[in-house]
C-alpha cells in the first residue's frame, strides 16, 4: 500500500490521505460516500441509479479492516462499505466531482 496515513477534517468534510513521498490529496465525505461498494450501494449502481450523497453528509468514524483497509462510517447511518487502500488512492486520483 502506497498510502501511508489518513486524518479526517469533520469541519471541512474531507479525507486527507498521504501517500508514500509525502504527496497529499484530499476526498470529500459526500465522493466517499457516493463511491461506497458495498452490496447494496453497488446494486443501485448496477440498477442504474447513481449514488448522490449529500454535501452536508460526514464520515463520523474509520475502523481499520486488517491491513487491506478502512471501513466508513457516515452520518447517513450508512456503515457498510469497505475502503481497500488501493481504492482509496484511486478514489483520490480521480477529478473531483462536480459540485
Ligand atoms: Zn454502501
Redesign the pocket.
Known amino acids: 500500500m502506497s498510502i501511508q496515513a489518513i486524518s479526517n477534517h469533520a469541519a471541512q468534510g474531507t479525507l486527507e490521505i498521504v501517500l508514500a513521498g509525502g504527496a497529499r490529496r484530499t476526498l470529500t465525505h459526500a465522493a466517499l460516500?457516493a463511491s461506497?461498494?458495498?452490496?447494496?450501494?453497488?446494486a443501485?449502481r448496477r440498477a442504474g441509479t447513481p449514488?448522490q450523497a449529500d454535501h452536508a453528509i460526514r464520515l463520523l468514524a474509520i475502523e481499520p479492516v486488517g491491513a487491506y483497509g478502512v471501513q466508513l462510517f457516515f452520518s447517513d447511518r450508512?456503515d457498510?462499505?469497505i475502503y481497500p487502500w488501493i481504492y482509496l488512492e484511486q478514489l483520490s486520483a480521480a477529478p473531483a466531482p462536480l459540485p
Do not use: I, P
Open positions: 460516500r461506497c461498494r458495498c452490496a447494496d450501494c453497488t443501485l449514488l450508512h457498510r462499505g
